[in-house]
């Protein structure tokens, strides 16, 4: 007999994805925080998780398919041992309807 997990035991993961597919707009700002913090120790996985989560939350099949890469290939780029590419940076982030920015800090 299976059981139902608790929301306690739900993965963080699972928890910040639910949080984006309930709320597209808290993306940037998260997506901000983790590229603002990329130069921090475990800040270029962190980065590349939180990418992983807002394609995740968007559908990982769709954002692959919008961004030209086919999904097995984004999976491993955005996984924590992943290296994507400049292109299939700015591409996936294109697909998720988000654009990197420059500024002054």
Do not use: C, W
Not at 88 to 105: E, F, I, S, W
């Amino acid at each position: 007999m299976k059981t139902a997990k608790s929301p306690a035991s739900r993965s963080h993961d699972a928890a910040v994805v639910d949080m984006l597919k309930a709320d597209p707009e808290f993306a940037d700002a998260y997506l901000a925080t983790a590229l603002e913090e990329a130069d921090q120790p475990g800040g270029q996985t962190a980065l590349l998780a939180a990418l992983r989560h807002v394609a995740e939350a968007q559908g990982m099949a769709a954002v692959a398919e919008r961004a030209g890469i086919p999904r097995e290939s984004l999976y491993r780029a955005l996984s924590p041992r992943g290296n994507p590419t400049i292109k299939t940076l700015l591409a996936v982030m294109g697909a998720a309807g988000l654009q990197l920015a420059v500024t002054r800090g």
